[in-house]
């Protein structure tokens, strides 16, 4: 009997598409075997993908990456994708059904209604999940799994909605192995790992900062009351960066290391020299980051509007999430803008973890969400019999250079290596020759002043005793 299953999940970003392998226990501990990331570049454009050969490669790189961890005999046969972008969004719809009078209002009667849900067509748009944000049965709040009876049951429902196109553009990067067993929208995954029961219940907007798009969630009373998506993202504060004539990278490099969403006591104007000896002044720098910032900040509080939300109802205040969110002193621009507290996401306490991947479970809340929406074992055991070796698939090109590249740079790493060993190995018998130079030049100077003292009275002794023989 089983103990554990295995779990894959996969997320494709702006950025990069990131992956995470591993198991789930009987009890519901999840144990990471592994997170690994392709990088990507204009692939993927405000979640749909524009590039689905180049994306598609990446997929099967970053699989087989994945599938290293768990060793030859097992093969990652389906995995859960996550996805996300501008079209991203949830519209509100209401279902009514009348029963015969004191019908028991079940579970299942309601998970129906869900589905029928689910398969409401609208034009140009995918209905990616439906979530309950209110029950009443004869207009009598349903509250957990309580059971009640009546006559009628009304469901009020958020439709996680976004363009046909959205997952259309991600299938087409997963063709053959593995398979999607399903795609689950990023925004709810991560705010079930970030949020704790008591942030729902008590109220509380979580925003994740991407690459390209900020998605604004509001959850109270336990449920999801507003999602929208914002079209910008942490990329293009590093574009504006790039208007004072530096590289992507070297945009991206500022952002990171010097960027800041505030200025914190009195600025100097100095020169920074970027990798290709690249020139830019910090207060130009702090001028293009502070005002794209303060721009999608300004849209991240026009929301409480958009969402007729009270910020003073939503107990919890602000969680932030996302590679964007570490912008330093971002926490304090939105604190101080949007009225309201703010702090950092981090996995929710009461998640059973594995010790060493909580340790990096803040810096990977988006896969580490979809890793734990995985129910179902994704991987399977392959038969040991012989089987005909099978004709090899042509390579794809880009897909050969990559391998070279990572063959290069694995025998680097083993030369590297091999000088450490012998230069290690040098010097310890560079140790053993002075050891031993130091011993002969020892025996070659002879006894010191006590050694002559003690042959003399070695040598007294002896006469003594020949003596003594003698006598």
């Not at 768990?70 to 046969?77: F, L, P, R, V, W």
């Not at 795609?183 to 705010?191: D, E, G, M, R, W």
């Not at 079209?231 to 990171?256: C, H, Q, W």
Request: charged fraction near 35%.
């Amino acid at each position: 009997m089983e103990t554990e299953r295995y779990i894959v999940a996969v997320e494709i970003g702006s950025s990069k598409i990131t992956g995470a392998i591993g198991t789930r226990s009987l009890k519901g501990v999840v144990t990471v075997l592994g997170v690994d990331t392709e990088p990507l570049s204009g692939s993927v454009k405000r979640g749909i993908v524009v590039n689905p050969e180049e994306v598609s490669s990446k997929v099967k790189r970053l699989v087989r990456k994945l599938n290293n961890r768990i060793g030859a005999s097992k093969k990652i046969k389906q995995v859960y994708v996550g996805i996300g972008g501008q079209s991203l969004h949830a519209e509100d719809h209401m279902i009514s059904r009348d029963y015969p009078e004191g019908t028991p209002i079940t579970e299942d009667m309601i998970r129906h209604l869900q589905d029928e849900a689910r398969e409401m067509p609208i034009a140009g748009a995918d209905i990616l999940e439906v979530v309950p944000s209110e029950i009443l049965v004869d207009d009598r709040p349903k509250v957990g799994r309580e059971e009640m009876k009546g006559s009628n049951l009304k469901m009020s429902l958020k439709l996680i909605v976004a363009r046909d196109d959205l997952k259309k553009s991600a299938a087409r990067c997963f063709s053959g192995d593995p398979s999607v067993a399903r795609y689950i929208p990023t925004p709810l995954s991560t705010a079930y790992v970030a949020l704790s029961n008591e942030d729902r219940q008590s109220g509380v907007m979580l925003v994740d900062f991407g690459a390209e798009t900020t998605t604004v969630s509001i959850y109270k009373d336990g449920l999801l009351r507003y999602l929208s998506t914002i079209p910008l993202g942490g990329y293009n504060i590093t574009r504006d960066i790039m208007s004072l004539k530096v590289t992507a990278p070297e945009a991206e490099s500022f952002k990171v290391r010097l960027g800041s969403a505030k200025v914190i006591g009195e600025e100097s104007n100095i020169t920074l020299r970027g990798e290709s000896q690249s020139e830019i002044k910090s207060l130009d720098l702090s001028k293009v980051v502070k005002a794209r910032i303060e721009e999608i900040v300004a849209n991240v509080n026009a929301h409480f509007d958009y969402a007729k939300c009270d910020r003073n109802s939503l107990g919890a205040g602000m969680v932030i999430v996302g590679g964007a969110s570490k912008l330093s002193n971002l926490a304090e621009l939105l604190a101080e803008k949007c009225d309201i507290r703010v702090r950092k996401g981090a996995l929710r306490q009461d998640m059973l973890l594995d010790v060493a991947s909580q340790s990096k479970s803040a810096d990977y809340l988006e896969i580490l969400g979809l890793l734990y929406c995985v129910k179902e074992n994704c991987v399977e055991t392959l038969s040991q019999t012989f089987e005909e070796p099978e004709e090899p698939n042509p390579i794809d090109p880009k897909e050969k250079k990559a391998q070279e590249k990572e063959e290069q740079e694995r025998r680097k790493r083993e030369e590297k290596e091999r000088r450490k060993r012998e230069a290690e190995e040098a010097k310890q018998k560079e140790r053993e020759r002075k050891e031993k130079e130091k011993e002969e030049k020892e025996k070659a100077k002879g006894p010191g002043l006590f050694g002559k003292l003690k042959d003399i009275v070695k040598k007294a002794e002896n006469l003594l005793d020949d003596e003594n023989d003698n006598f």
